[in-house]
């Protein structure tokens, strides 16, 4: 079973930035789609940002221009580094494939942005 492990979050004041890192096993970090997923209270998970394994990104509307994915193949991660951090962007965030089907959903990182 893929086991993905999300670490990085914090508390963090409105207009501050956080930085996400998730572990992924080596045997598929460079054959799969790999992306960041968020969920807040009474909310559906929703995909973030996305990044393909030639590098290609993608990001939700509403975080364009704050958040950065990358991969790192020396270390099979992916991060998300987030700048300008608004109180919305309160959750529990999760990596995993981009696809139809998805690894077992990890513990996630819970990142709060309040002052």
């Known amino acids: 079973q893929v086991q993905l492990v999300e670490s990085g979050g914090g508390l963090v004041q409105p207009g501050g930035s956080l930085t996400l890192s998730c572990a992924v096993p080596?045997?598929?970090?460079?054959?799969?789609?790999l992306g960041w997923y968020r969920q807040a209270p009474g909310k559906q998970r929703e995909l973030v940002a996305s990044?393909?394994?030639?590098?290609?990104?993608n990001y939700l509307d509403s975080v364009k221009g704050r958040f950065t994915i990358s991969r790192d193949s020396s270390k099979n991660t992916v991060s998300l580094q987030m700048n300008s951090l608004a109180p919305e962007d309160t959750a529990v965030y999760y990596c995993?494939?981009?696809?139809?089907?998805?690894?077992?959903w990890g513990q996630g990182t819970q990142v709060t942005v309040s002052s």
């Open positions: 995993n494939k981009v696809g139809a089907s998805f690894f077992a």
């Open positions: 990044i393909t394994t030639g590098g290609t990104t």
């Open positions: 080596g045997s598929i970090f460079s054959i799969v789609p």
